[in-house]
């Protein structure tokens, strides 16, 4: 590296010296194990004494920046990132949250991603939604808007709700958000005080569970059977139920019309409140969608939550909630403490993106394209299940992955690390159960893996568990 001396730095010769060495470090220039010049050498370079060049070395050593090395000269002994972590340090300390749900770390690269939830980003509508945010820049964008979402975004979302799930409400119940987290906060942020008990699904949604715990909320994990959570299980104290009845997350189950009439008909007695998750029920590849709880609902007790991350993409943070009149003002106000409304840019963007149909023409093409995929994977796991690999499990009709049910005597951690070391990242229930007799299996996403990689893959995860 080049050393420069200004002779107007007022900073002194070392010092520059000692600034311009410790600079390179922390930008990564130079790395650790690099060798320095002797100081005799440097010395001559700049034109100066040698005295102040080892002054300099003498405080990059007492900074941790450079060492002796054993045959003799002196060398960088820490990286850039230690360098920069140990100025980072700090006496602060925050409350301690568990924030991130443990989920399956990706695949290595080049491999193949088997982990539920996502999209595919390839699909996404890029041309058309380019059009639609430049037509929405052709205004000057607002100011502060109203915390509750652009009133034209809020229209179009009522009709849209209304035509695609029957669920029929005022433009003015919708509260616009960032994603379905967000809703799902908003909502029991104006339900609900810290200790207040809220029931959850078990296995569930480890995001909203852990928001729900990281927020003061006193969570019960009720067990979910072949019809959807076990209302019989739902203590009497609960005032909110968080629930996923068209495609619960993550066993796939679809909760029985039996079963929502059940849960309603707790919440009327026990004067609850159902926040009903419709996080993707816009893909349902084999049957008929059952009624929303919110079309059930006589006492307006649901908040109905809907979300562009996988119809579009999660990186939008776009979502929306439907209130029950009540809690509109409530969930407003606490909308606009929060962070005052959604990026102006991509509500806008959104309501052009609905109005002229390009959301009804997305869904038609990724449907037949996910139903697709759907279908090579309900066919591996009919076939795991007849070769005795896989145990029957509930019908997965919807939604970006299915579950498989593992022989009690097979290891999911033993399945996932085999995956893992075959190139395949692959997610299980481990991650979204909380008590100890939960299920054992897999949840083989497709959301992200093209029927061809599909085809090519599952064959692998077929071998691993026919050895486990
Ligand atoms: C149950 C459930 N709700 C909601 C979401 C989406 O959340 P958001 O809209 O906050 O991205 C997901 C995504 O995986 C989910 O599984």
């Not at 301690?96 to 695949?107: F, G, K, L, Q, V």
């Not at 205004?139 to 509750?148: H, K, N, Q, S, T």
């Not at 796991?381 to 499990?393: H, M, R, T, Y």
């Amino acid at each position: 590296m080049e050393i420069y001396l200004d002779p107007s730095d007022r900073r002194g010769v070392a010092r520059s010296i000692y600034d311009q060495i410790r600079e390179a470090i922390e930008s990564g220039v130079l790395a650790e194990g690099d060798p320095l010049p002797p100081s005799r050498e440097l010395a001559g370079e700049l034109g100066g004494s040698r005295h102040t060049v080892t002054a300099a070395y003498g405080l990059l050593v007492a900074g941790g920046y450079l060492a002796g090395r054993a045959g003799g000269g002196t060398a960088v002994c820490r990286t850039a990132a230690d360098r920069r972590s140990a100025d980072r340090r700090s006496v602060l300390r925050p409350v301690e949250i568990e924030s991130a749900p443990p989920t399956a770390s990706p695949p290595p690269p080049g491999g193949v991603d088997l982990r539920g939830g996502q999209p595919d980003r390839a699909l996404f509508p890029t041309d058309e939604w380019r059009r639609c945010a430049a037509a929405a820049l052709h205004r000057p964008l607002p100011g502060y808007g109203e915390p509750a979402g652009f009133a034209s975004l809020r229209d179009v979302l009522a009709g849209w709700i209304g035509r695609s799930r029957g669920v029929i409400v005022d433009a003015d119940q919708i509260i616009v958000t960032s994603g379905a987290q967000e809703a799902v906060h908003l909502v029991v942020r104006a339900m609900l005080r810290p200790g207040d008990p809220i029931a959850v699904e078990d296995p569930g949604y480890p995001p909203v569970r852990l928001l729900f715990e990281a927020i003061g909320l006193r969570v019960v994990a009720v067990p979910v059977d072949g019809e959807g959570i076990v209302v019989d299980q739902i203590p009497a104290d609960v005032k909110v139920v968080y629930t996923t009845p068209s495609h619960q997350s993550p066993s796939g189950v679809t909760m029985s019309l039996a079963r929502r009439r059940a849960l309603l008909a707790f919440a009327d007695r026990h004067d609850a409140a159902i926040i009903e998750d419709d996080y993707d029920s816009e893909f349902r590849h084999t049957d008929r969608p059952l009624e929303p709880l919110h079309r059930l609902d006589r006492s307006g007790r649901v908040a109905y939550v809907g979300t562009f991350s996988k119809t579009l993409s999660p990186s939008l943070r776009l979502g929306f909630v439907a209130l029950p009149e009540p809690l509109v003002d409530a969930v407003s106000a606490w909308r606009q403490l929060f962070s005052v409304q959604p990026s102006a840019l991509g509500q806008l963007t959104l309501h052009r993106f609905i109005e002229r149909g390009h959301l009804d023409q997305h869904l038609r093409r990724v449907r037949r394209i996910y139903r697709t995929r759907h279908e090579i994977v309900r066919q591996f796991v009919a076939d795991g299940v007849d070769a005795g690999a896989l145990l029957p499990g509930p019908e997965n009709h919807a939604g970006l992955h299915l579950a498989t049910v593992l022989p009690t005597d097979v290891s999911e951690d033993a399945i996932r690390d085999e995956a893992r070391r075959r190139g395949m990242a692959i997610s299980s229930f481990a991650e979204c159960c909380v008590r100890p007799d939960r299920p054992n299996g897999l949840l083989i996403g497709f959301g992200m893996a093209g029927a061809d990689v599909l085809e090519r893959a599952l064959p692998d995860l077929r071998r691993i568990l026919e050895r486990a």
